[in-house]
């Protein structure tokens, strides 16, 4: 299918406008829309958070008059049922849009295939696929819970030059930069949820919220903690009602955290560590699209080595910690180098004196 330049600046706008809700459209996806007729631009709009309209509605209101013969610009497949909010596609039917063009197929089993069905029985010209990776990129956590049923998974980790995540004694401030870690807060802001292990918090105790200076939902706060051993003092239950505490259903929930407002999720336990694939499964029933891992090396190791990880960023500094200090992951020892996990470099940008690594595991599942 060939696209106008035309076309392509009207989809381009409509992702910049999807990005805009990169901090608050959780758990709904980041959606744009842009509407426009021969002589440019007319009515734009982004989906700004769960139970607010979606993008084509403000749109439509942002063009505050008929579109009809106008085209539609949305960067994910307009919605055809009733969720939070009437569906889409019926608001651009009704506004007489003529052409509607989509970057990328909505996965949700409510949505696929049905609005754009809807719309072609109306008559309406429907093309799809103008800048796909863009879109799906906007929203890894979303096509992931839709389509394999668990969130996207990420790791963050700090290392120095020789590879090593803190000292023996466990001291790691700061291994980065200032400049790194105003980019975690980032990272962490556009999360549907932070996880951490139990050791971290007892080590660490830390708060895991989201510190930008902008509008955030802020991320929930989840501990694997397999014997239920936080104190209901940390600092990542000072908000309850954004915190999960996931432990072994065979042992026994304190009084004190069973009568608190954190979320109690007992699973099933492997080897007596909360079982990870129950545990993401679980997740993704709530709703949780995007997970970023700040943890210790054996949650960590234990995440790749159940093929759960779909993305890592490293920060690495320029320091050096030892040969006895500590490591990222708890991967067990190798026997031979044909046992190594590749990774796929995307991306290296420099922050302050460090450099950020973005990865991805060749045989993510």
Known sequence: MTFSRFDHECMATALQLARKGMFTADPNPRVGCVIADKSGV??????????????????????GESARGMTAYVTLEPCDHHGRTPPCSSALLDAGISRVVIASDDPNPEVSGSGLRRMLEAGVAVETGLMSRQAEELNPGFMMRMRQGRPWIRIKSAISLDGRTALRNGQSKWISSEASRRDVQRWRARSSAILTGIGTVLADNPAMDARVDQNVRQPLRIVADSHWRIPTGSRILLDPATAVIAGDQDAEVPDALAASEVTCLPLPARQGRVDLVKLMKKLADMEINEIQVEAGARLCGALLNEHLVDEILLYQAPILLGDDALGPFALGPLESMAERSHLEVLEITQFGDDLRIRLQPETRG
């Open 42 to 63: 007319r009515g734009t709009g982004w989906h700004q958070e769960a139970g607010g309209p979606h993008a084509e509605v403000a749109a439509l209101r942002d063009l």
